[in-house]
């Protein structure tokens, strides 16, 4: 009879262990393939880039003067806050790359009145000037691309452009220019750029605006940005 039961136990005992190894296999799965599932997910999102490496650097007047948002050719008032027109288009970059920001900042207090400002940049061009920078970039090396971003002053870039060109080395990078204007487009200032940065890639096909359609501009922004392949 002890006999007979302790078969009983025993048998009673080998079942549950089966059982028990068939719901741990049964539970490991899920766990196994939502490890595999997430690990591809992380991949196909590295593979996206999530604009890491791109850079948009711009200079615009309304933040390095005592600019006047109503009276100012330099400002348009956006969701009630007052902006530079160059930094509105980087603004609009940014949203389509997911790139970083960077505000080129001098030491300069430009004229907010546009008849002072035209006079002070023509001055600064005829004395080949170069604004102290007070913004500075960190980690350059991290970007691959870097948009840049203007106004174009008398035919040419302001000329804290060329404090920010000689002070990086955008060797082996990628420069994608955009800029805004009253009717001089980009004039030479792209050759420039090459000029400047002559190890670097420059993009011929900029995205230039004139000042007075910037607020509009998004659309053009996002067609340009797809023909570029962003």
């Known amino acids: 009879m002890k006999k007979k039961i302790r078969m009983i136990y025993l048998t009673a005992v080998m079942l549950s262990s089966v059982i028990f190894m068939g719901c741990s296999k049964a539970s490991d799965s899920p766990t196994e393939k939502t490890t595999i599932v997430q690990e591809e997910t992380d991949a196909e999102a590295a593979d996206a880039g999530d604009g890491g490496n791109i ?16 009276s100012s050719a330099s400002v348009n008032v956006t969701d009630g806050e007052a902006k530079g027109l160059v930094r509105i288009l980087a603004e609009n ?15 300069v207090d430009y004229p907010g009145n546009i008849d002072a400002l035209i006079d002070y940049a023509a001055g ?12 500075h970039i ?7 691309t870097v948009f840049i971003g203007y106004p174009n002053w008398w035919y040419d870039m302001p000329m804290v452009m060329y404090s920010f060109f000689e002070e990086y080395d955008f060797s082996g990078k990628t420069i ?55």
Do not use: C
């Open 55 to 70: 850079l948009i650097a711009y200079f615009a007047v309304a933040e390095n003067s005592d600019v006047d948002a109503v």
């Open 93 to 107: 970059i940014q949203e389509r790359t997911g790139g970083d920001l960077f505000s080129i900042q001098t030491s």
């Open 124 to 135: 600064e061009q005829d004395e080949s000037a170069r604004p102290e920078m007070t913004s």
């Open 138 to 144: 960190e980690n350059l090396e991290q970007y691959d």
């Open 176 to 230: 994608i220019p955009f800029n805004s204007h009253n009717g001089s487009r980009f004039s030479s200032t792209i050759d420039i750029i090459e000029e400047l940065e002559p190890e670097a890639t420059v993009i011929k096909d900029g995205f230039t605006v004139n000042q007075s359609d910037v607020p509009d501009a998004m659309g053009d922004i996002a067609a340009w940005l797809d023909e570029l392949g962003y």
